[in-house]
């Protein structure tokens, strides 16, 4: 009997969420706001959306003097509306923390490298769809 409930336990805890918390969910869509990036402060345009795992992923647009794109994967809920993602771009790898505030149309993220504690902010604001005419 312990050792079924110690493998159904195991099984719960290796199995990845196939559904998102809702604050999560919630965060799905586009945002766009300031990231620290390079020598100043960028303009970053931010998608999210539930992976083929079930999980958060990113794709993101940085609008540097040559704009590029880079990924947000590796979703970790650390706590309730938090999660952490690794971030992949032009420049490397690293570590990212976001906070996500839907119902007030933004997340607070900080991120930095990978043996580092994310300390260059960014945030996120919601922004509307493109109106097709």
């Known amino acids: 009997m312990l050792f079924r409930a110690a493998l159904f336990l195991l099984a719960l805890w290796a199995t990845p969420a196939l559904a998102l918390d809702e604050c999560f969910s919630m965060s799905e869509g586009p ?15 931010t998608e999210f959306e539930a992976g083929t795992d079930g999980m958060l992923i990113g794709h993101y647009r940085i609008f540097d003097d040559v704009p590029f794109d880079g990924t947000l994967t590796g979703f970790r809920q650390t706590a309730p509306c938090e999660a952490e993602f690794t971030w992949n771009d032009r420049d490397g790898t690293g570590l990212v923390q976001i906070r996500f505030e839907p119902e007030l149309g933004r997340f607070i993220g900080r991120w930095g490298a990978v043996h580092r504690a994310p300390a260059l902010t960014f945030d996120g604001y919601r922004t509307r769809p493109k109106v097709i005419s």
Not at 31 to 45: D, F, H, L
């Open 31 to 45: 945002w766009r706001g300031p990231v620290w990036n390079g020598t100043g402060i960028q303009v970053m345009e």
